[in-house]
């Protein structure tokens, strides 16, 4: 156990990276707007799907130019991300704000299954291996063994939004109306801050997120159909340990649910999904709003 240590560790900052990235849009949503969005595993799925066909028309049409294929990434997350928020933000949710949250959920699964047929549609069913940017990398030294740097770039990318989140959050004024409009929305609209303002950008940044989450892993998988189903399920699993609205309670359970389904994988692979909601559900029991999630107050 302790030769293959430096390696469970690795893999474990990997995959909560990539799980704090996709989680941390969709606990965002929830924590300005209280917008439970299901269909944020297809925002993760559509970033995976346009990166893998941009990189692949790419990569057949100028093959001399393949260091290139890094700029995909970002290009697919924001462009998707935009059209995208745009989309649900506009011609659904603004018409719901302030409705039961069973309502949101529902119209946000509904669009998640249209999202999952449209996929088919546009991308057709046949998987995608974008591996050139991957590839291109290489890899580096890891105690005798070769470890990808592309993944190691992952875990900088995600300690990279934190900072930014935490950043912007305590030290901008634009963090504090957040708190503010986090808070109570209505009292912030009464003094004068623009709360639907508030909102676009916030669902914006948190689709973003989302499709960056499939951006950047499309690379590393087989892009196929369904891949944003168990995502979304991983992501809520993740948002739920930490406390639904909490950037740092994301990250925290992304840890500990990433180290945790490493060390199955390893010594008990027959447990790997077991394992994940079997930590969400320990925590549960002593913490039920999650690790740093607060308890709500409803208002009558």
């Not at 290489?138 to 190691?152: H, S």
Request: glycine fraction near 8%; aromatic fraction near 16%; include cysteine.
């Amino acid at each position: 156990m302790l030769d293959s240590f430096p390696f469970i560790l690795l893999d474990s900052l990997v995959y909560a990276s990539w799980l704090f990235l996709v989680a941390s849009g969709l606990t965002l949503i929830y924590g300005v707007m209280k917008v439970l969005n299901i269909a944020h595993g297809s925002l993760y799925a559509f970033g995976a799907y346009t990166t893998a066909w941009l990189i692949g028309w790419f990569s057949s049409n100028y093959e001399s130019y393949q260091t290139l294929n890094f700029l995909f990434i970002p290009i697919a997350a924001i462009l998707v991300g935009f059209i995208l928020s745009i989309f649900i933000e506009r011609l659904f949710l603004r018409k719901i704000y302030g409705r039961d949250e069973i309502v949101i959920v529902l119209v946000t699964y509904g669009l998640f299954l249209i999202f999952e047929d449209t996929m088919k549609i546009l991308f057709g069913t046949s998987s995608y291996l974008p591996f050139q940017p991957r590839l291109m990398l290489g890899d580096i030294d890891v105690f005798g063994l070769p470890y990808v740097i592309y993944d190691l770039l992952i875990i900088c990318l995600a300690v990279l939004v934190w900072l930014s989140f935490y950043s912007v959050i305590k030290l901008t004024k634009i963090g504090k109306l957040l708190i503010a409009v986090i808070h109570d929305r209505e009292i912030a609209s009464s003094m004068g801050i623009n709360v639907s303002k508030f909102f676009v950008y916030t669902f914006f940044i948190g689709c973003f997120l989302g499709c960056l989450g499939g951006a950047v892993s499309a690379p590393m998988i087989s892009v196929v159909p369904g891949i944003g189903v168990e995502v979304i399920v991983l992501a809520f699993a993740v948002v739920v340990t930490g406390g639904l609205g909490s950037i740092s309670g994301a990250a925290i359970g992304a840890i500990l649910i990433g180290l945790f389904r490493t060390l199955a994988i390893f010594y008990f692979p027959q447990l790997e999904l077991f394992i994940v909601f079997f930590v969400m559900a320990i925590i549960l029991s002593f913490k039920p709003d999650g690790l740093l999630g607060s308890k709500e107050i409803r208002k009558i």
